[in-house]
């Protein structure tokens, strides 16, 4: 048995191509039919889960840095899409929640998201996506596991 790395076995790297692979074609729909980036369409999806969120509760729910979480909301705030209210609990920040025009644009394209889902995993059963979902939260666990 040999201790040599072969990068198309591991899975870490088999990880992160697929989910770049899935990513990009959901980017490029999402970008060709309503103008949104991959944050800027987990932005708008996150907030309307909760109604408003900060930017910081946005980057610990979605895993993004600060950097593209402030870009996608200062994007999506200028395109009218996301409103920036004051939060009484922490002064130092701002409470995002999605406009009218946002609201709109989510249950536009919520459906297609969903679609698009539905259109790349249809080569399994609800059985396997299930049982998928489940390691992929376990595997989650793990890596968030202090050594």
Known sequence: MTNRLQLDRFLPYR???TSNLVSDRIAHAYES???LTIPEWRLVAVIAEVDAITQAE???RTRMDKVTV???AIALVGRG???RAPNESD???HL???SAAG???YALVAPKALELEARVFARFTPAELEAFTTMLRRIDAAALEED
Request: aromatic share 4%.
């Open 15 to 17: 990880l992160s191509i």
């Open 103 to 105: 609201r709109e644009l």
């Open 91 to 93: 002064k130092r920040s």
């Open 81 to 83: 899409l996301l409103e």
């Open 70 to 72: 402030s870009r996608a």
């Open 33 to 35: 039919m309503f103008g």
């Open 58 to 60: 946005i980057g610990e």
């Open 96 to 98: 995002l929640s999605l």
